[in-house]
């Protein structure tokens, strides 16, 4: 997801670091880091699938995380990824080009990574549903910023409606319904006990085989839950297609009043919100109650509200104070998010699975992998941009992307 300044390119090719739009990077960088804080219980161990696996001080961990991270950051990435491709169309556009085209070899290249990634690595890849998202994005990216607005409100509201009528059916089904239908909520919790448990010998056993066929039989559930926050995350990439259809990123800085209202509404609307939600979704993440059930609805209608009051925060500050250390830190991992992001999968399923910790430790303990990754993508994005001009994963995204080898040395 790139970012992009008022200059006007006259050569098609990938961004150059001079038309980046550092704040952006910046805002990219603490989606990375913060997507982490989610990942983790999921690098960490099955207990993550075990209905009311959390408990004492893990749940208390587990409903913090909720409350700050959960939504927040995959959605924070839906907002820059339908901002990224609005300003490669609005590029084109200018230079009398075709972008679509463009567009679509970028997502192709981006599925055979996340492909790779899902397959081989990880099996909670967020880049093929990303890719998915690209291609729903397509028809707005020359819509109307008010257009986009009125589909993002729509899809946001829509994704919760359904959590919460989902919350509030299963409620009335337990209380209503008798034994048939308790039996049939036993019978789908004992389903996903069995992955859990098929997942932790598996990512335990030392056998790359074990992992990979386990990784492929986990995807299918992986895909059922992406279906359930599509919309969503549709909802915020639409409201990135709205920025850059607004004019709002030619100057940042001008619309500094706009920033600081959404500051406010983040936090003041949004934090309440996720609180309750956290607290309902309390040790059962994986959301086989009616309680989480309704807290999953409150995080998404509250997550995207605080998405962007944090977008709003790290935006403001990269405007005032772009010289500080963290921000600079910051933006260096945002320059280089896509590798950043894989490098993580490859540090925590490294650690967890080469040691046999998967599922072997408490979440207040795994949680301390979270800094020590942190450290490793900060130390090394610094060091690879202050050498290079694009992330190693991002060069090769570019190069299939526009079929000429860009130049990676500074």
Not at 33 to 60: H, K, M, Q, S
Not at 81 to 98: C, I, N, P
């Amino acid at each position: 997801m790139s970012g992009v300044s008022g200059e006007v390119r006259t050569h098609a090719g990938p961004t150059r670091p001079v038309d980046r739009v550092a704040a952006l990077d910046v805002v990219r960088g603490m989606a990375i880091l913060g997507i982490l804080i989610v990942n983790i219980t999921i690098f960490a161990g099955a207990d993550w699938l075990r209905p009311g696996a959390y408990e004492g001080a893990d749940a208390v961990l587990r409903a913090l995380i909720a409350v700050f991270a959960e939504t927040k950051f995959i959605t924070s990435f839906a907002l820059l990824f339908g901002l990224g491709l609005a300003m490669q169309v609005a590029r084109a556009d200018e230079r009398g080009r075709r972008g679509l085209p463009l567009i679509t070899r970028r997502l192709a290249v981006l599925a055979l990574i996340g492909a790779v990634h899902a397959v081989l690595i990880w099996s909670g890849d967020i880049l093929l549903p990303y890719v998915v998202l690209g291609l729903l994005l397509l028809p707005f990216l020359r819509r109307r910023a008010r257009t986009c607005v009125v589909w993002a409100v729509v899809l946001i509201s829509l994704t919760a409606v359904l959590m919460l009528a989902g919350g509030g059916l299963l409620a009335v089904g337990q209380a209503l319904g008798g034994p048939e239908v308790q039996a049939e909520i036993d019978a789908g919790i004992a389903e996903v006990e069995a992955i859990a448990d098929a997942s932790e010998a598996a990512y335990t056993s030392g056998s790359y085989a074990a992992m990979l066929e386990q990784r492929l039989d986990e995807l299918v559930l992986a895909w059922q839950s992406v279906v359930f926050i599509l919309p969503m995350l549709l909802g915020m990439g639409l409201l990135g297609v709205a920025v850059v259809r607004s004019g709002m990123l030619a100057d940042l800085a001008a619309h500094a009043g706009l920033l600081r209202r959404w500051t406010v509404i983040g936090l003041a609307v949004g934090l309440p919100i996720n609180f309750v939600g956290g607290i309902l979704l309390g040790g059962d993440a994986t959301a086989t109650t009616p309680a989480s059930i309704l807290g999953w609805g409150l995080l998404v209608v509250g997550g995207p509200v605080l998405a962007l009051g944090y977008a709003s925060i790290a935006t403001r500050v990269a405007l005032a104070r772009p010289e500080v250390a963290p921000v600079r830190w910051l933006g260096n991992v945002g320059r280089t998010a896509l590798s950043n992001y894989l490098l993580q999968s490859v540090l925590a399923t490294g650690f967890f699975y080469g040691f046999a910790l998967y599922g072997a430790l408490p979440l207040v303990v795994a949680f301390l992998a979270v800094p020590a990754i942190w450290v490793v993508n900060l130390a090394l994005s610094a060091w690879w941009t202050a050498r290079f001009r694009y992330g190693p994963v991002e060069w090769v995204w570019r190069l299939g992307t526009y079929g000429t080898v860009p130049a990676l040395r500074r």
